[in-house]
């Protein structure tokens, strides 16, 4: 009887001493990891408070929750819209299995998950779906390449567009070729091709275009066969000890190599490693080379019997008419080294990406047995190696124009679209702001313990150390604009350049047999289902599976 007396009295003790959480500003989170009081209160960290105390209460006002729509607080909303996504997911059990006459491939450079996300907000709404975010297949690449497990743009290029995995730096090469390798580069046993060349030997058109150096490690994948992703022209060679008439330059491969000079479309930047270096270019900027070739002469003469032209601006580009049949091969080399970022291009010199990429599909379009067509939305990347998301994601934007408009202007009946990154980045998401929170601005749920705000975006590494972290206190954002395009985000590590990630990236497909690119595989993977999609290149396709 004594210890059921003692019992009561305890409960009754602690139900006393006990509070909630939710209303007693001097007590810590019931569960800091999912966070809650800035939801309920506005609260100020007084100087009683202890340490963890205060930690726990470092909280922003309490936040209003402003939905775009008064819909979004009513169930039905929600329930129309899963009903909405049900409808297109049943529609995916009718499977494409015609032949894909063309198949075009988006490559993103660096273009992460969290960028996907993050671009949402950016364009104003989490809800918000980019063009291809409405294909009906996706499916996850694996990104490590042959010996590091986060990838460079040169590897991940053998292995989606040439379907090997390679060694870190080196393009179109098995991983018997190590970086540097010259003697190894030159041995043809050590080559592999790209799905371009398996395109060309069926019979059909081939190009690219990029947003970056047209000799860069992506559209390099087409074409070449390189130890060093940098040698794109004789002289970054010479500087490493050898010789560029044993080991061919990248600028040279494009020009005079069996896939490039076949190619009906190269469109991007560049200029500099096809001039020498006594030669300036329209913007009066030197070439590169050391060997006093001027390629781009070079490939006027390749095609003087075809009907070519080669451009140098916006202008000049619209002027050409591709729509009518009267341009056969293009060229197009729109700045001396990478294409300005779109938020800093001029109009009338630059092109858009979804400008070149139309252009690209009139003179491919004309040929009957269809075309393959690579393009890359390369400075996402480079917006993200200076910790500069505005860039990545108005790139991102841009990126996802030119899908719409390839989309739009052909069929899914006989056109696989293909949607991918070649690698991630470090930049993360975070934190419990409010709906429409300004992604390029604070959060604004929560402060950090040192009682200053917080961006959304951070990075893992990279040179927004230096401004926001090294200092004797934190860089108080609310002080600094943060749109400003120079803007570098706060980033954990002192790097120079940020770096790219290791995790998966995702791949978006529309067209015939675009269900192949469901569920999670290698990225080598992916030219071979395109291959097998468009019955092209030495493996297995859906017109030899018919057949037997």
Same mark, same amino acid.
């Given at each position: @009887?004594?210890?059921?007396?003692?019992?009561?009295?305890?409960?009754?003790? *602690?139900?006393?001493?006990?509070?909630?959480?939710?209303? !007693?500003?001097?007590?810590?989170?019931?569960?800091?990891?999912?966070? $809650?009081? =800035?939801?309920?209160?506005?609260?100020?960290?007084?100087?009683?408070?202890?340490?963890? #105390?205060?930690?726990?209460?470092?909280?922003?006002?309490?936040?209003?929750?402003?939905?775009?729509?008064?819909?979004?607080? !009513?169930?039905?909303?929600?329930?129309?819209?899963?009903?909405?996504?049900?409808?297109?997911?049943?529609?995916?059990?009718?499977?494409?299995?015609?032949?894909?006459?063309?198949?075009?491939?988006?490559?993103?450079?660096?273009?992460?998950?969290?960028?996907?996300?993050?671009?949402?907000?950016?364009?104003?709404?989490?809800?918000?779906?980019?063009?291809?975010?409405?294909?009906?297949?996706?499916?996850?690449?694996?990104? %490590?390449?042959?010996?590091? $497990?986060?990838?460079?743009?040169?590897?991940?290029?053998?292995?989606?567009?040439?379907?090997?995995?390679?060694?870190?730096?080196?393009?179109?090469?098995?991983?018997?070729?190590?970086? *540097?390798?010259?003697?190894?580069?030159?041995?043809?046993?050590?080559?592999?091709?790209?799905?371009?060349?398996? #395109?060309?030997?069926?019979?059909?058109?081939?190009?690219?275009?990029?947003?970056?150096?047209?000799?860069?490690?992506?559209?390099?994948?087409? %074409?070449?066969?390189?130890?060093?992703?940098?040698?794109?022209?004789?002289?970054?060679?010479?500087?490493?000890?050898?010789?560029? #008439?044993?080991?061919?330059?990248?600028?040279?491969?494009?020009?005079?190599?069996?896939?490039?000079?076949? @190619?009906? /479309?190269? @469109?991007?930047?560049?200029?500099?490693?096809?001039?020498?270096? !006594?030669?300036?270019?329209?913007?009066?900027?030197?070439?590169?080379?050391?060997?006093?070739?001027?390629?781009?002469?070079?490939?006027?003469?390749?095609?003087? &019997? +075809?009907?070519?032209?080669?451009? $140098?601006?916006?202008?000049?580009?619209?002027?050409?008419?591709?729509? +009518?049949?009267?341009?056969?091969?293009?060229?197009?080399?729109?700045?001396?080294?990478?294409?300005?970022?779109?938020?800093?291009?001029?109009?009338? $010199?630059?092109?858009?990406?979804?400008?070149?990429?139309?252009?690209?599909?009139?003179?491919?379009?004309?040929?009957?047995?269809?075309?393959?067509?690579?393009?890359?939305? *390369?400075?996402?990347? +480079?917006?993200?190696?200076?910790?500069?998301?505005?860039?990545?994601?108005?790139?991102?934007?841009? =990126?996802?124009?030119?899908?719409?408009?390839?989309?739009?202007?052909?069929?899914?009946?006989?056109?696989?679209? /293909?949607?991918?990154?070649?690698?991630? &980045?470090?930049?993360?998401?975070?934190?419990?702001?409010?709906?429409?929170?300004?992604?390029?601005?604070?959060?604004? *749920?929560?402060?950090?313990?040192?009682?200053?705000?917080?961006?959304?975006?951070? %990075?893992?590494?990279?040179?927004? %150390?230096?401004?926001?972290?090294?200092?004797?206190?934190?860089?108080?954002?609310?002080?600094?604009? @943060?749109?400003?395009?120079? =803007?570098?985000?706060?980033?954990?590590?002192?790097?120079?350049?940020?770096?790219?990630?290791?995790?998966? /990236?995702?791949?978006?497909?529309?067209?015939?047999?675009?269900?192949?690119?469901?569920?999670?595989?290698?990225? !080598?993977?992916?030219?071979?289902?395109?291959?097998?999609?468009?019955?092209?290149?030495?493996?297995?396709?859906?017109?030899?599976?018919?057949?037997?």
């Amino acid at each position: @009887m004594l210890y059921r007396l003692l019992c009561v009295y305890l409960a009754l003790v *602690g139900g006393l001493v006990s509070t909630s959480p939710l209303h !007693h500003e001097a007590e810590e989170e019931y569960d800091p990891m999912h966070p $809650q009081r =800035f939801l309920f209160a506005d609260l100020a960290p007084t100087a009683s408070t202890d340490q963890r #105390a205060k930690r726990s209460s470092a909280s922003m006002p309490k936040l209003r929750f402003e939905p775009p729509s008064p819909n979004e607080q !009513h169930a039905q909303y929600w329930n129309n819209v899963a009903q909405d996504i049900l409808d297109r997911q049943l529609h995916k059990n009718r499977l494409n299995r015609k032949v894909a006459k063309n198949v075009i491939m988006f490559l993103g450079d660096g273009l992460s998950i969290p960028t996907l996300a993050a671009t949402r907000v950016y364009l104003g709404d989490e809800s918000t779906e980019l063009s291809f975010e409405r294909f009906p297949y996706v499916g996850l690449s694996k990104t %490590y390449c042959a010996n590091v $497990q986060v990838a460079d743009s040169a590897c991940t290029a053998t292995a989606y567009l040439a379907g090997v995995k390679a060694n870190y730096g080196t393009i179109g090469l098995t991983a018997a070729a190590a970086l *540097g390798d010259c003697q190894a580069q030159n041995d043809t046993s050590n080559h592999v091709h790209s799905i371009a060349k398996w #395109a060309q030997d069926a019979g059909l058109s081939t190009g690219f275009v990029t947003t970056t150096e047209v000799t860069n490690a992506s559209p390099a994948g087409m %074409y070449a066969h390189t130890a060093n992703r940098n040698w794109e022209y004789n002289g970054a060679i010479e500087k490493d000890g050898f010789d560029p #008439a044993v080991c061919q330059d990248i600028a040279s491969q494009l020009i005079h190599g069996e896939v490039g000079k076949h @190619m009906r /479309v190269i @469109m991007g930047g560049g200029r500099r490693e096809f001039l020498p270096t !006594h030669e300036t270019d329209i913007d009066g900027i030197r070439g590169r080379r050391t060997d006093g070739e001027d390629l781009i002469k070079h490939w006027q003469h390749h095609h003087s &019997h +075809h009907r070519s032209a080669y451009v $140098q601006n916006r202008v000049q580009l619209l002027e050409t008419n591709t729509a +009518h049949g009267e341009t056969d091969y293009l060229l197009g080399l729109f700045s001396s080294k990478h294409l300005p970022y779109h938020l800093d291009a001029d109009e009338q $010199q630059i092109p858009t990406l979804s400008e070149m990429v139309s252009t690209a599909m009139d003179i491919l379009e004309r040929n009957d047995n269809g075309y393959f067509l690579f393009v890359e939305g *390369g400075r996402i990347d +480079h917006g993200h190696h200076y910790t500069q998301p505005i860039r990545a994601f108005d790139e991102t934007v841009e =990126f996802a124009k030119a899908i719409e408009m390839a989309r739009s202007r052909t069929s899914q009946d006989n056109t696989l679209i /293909v949607v991918t990154a070649d690698h991630s &980045h470090t930049m993360t998401m975070s934190g419990y702001s409010s709906r429409r929170n300004d992604i390029l601005g604070v959060n604004n *749920g929560q402060r950090a313990d040192d009682e200053l705000p917080y961006a959304t975006i951070s %990075y893992a590494n990279g040179p927004g %150390y230096d401004r926001n972290v090294q200092r004797e206190a934190r860089l108080d954002l609310n002080r600094v604009d @943060m749109r400003d395009k120079s =803007f570098a985000f706060p980033s954990t590590v002192p790097l120079g350049l940020e770096t790219h990630g290791g995790d998966d /990236v995702a791949v978006f497909a529309s067209g015939p047999w675009a269900h192949l690119f469901s569920g999670t595989y290698e990225q !080598h993977f992916i030219p071979h289902a395109m291959a097998y999609a468009g019955c092209i290149g030495p493996g297995r396709t859906a017109c030899t599976e018919q057949q037997s």
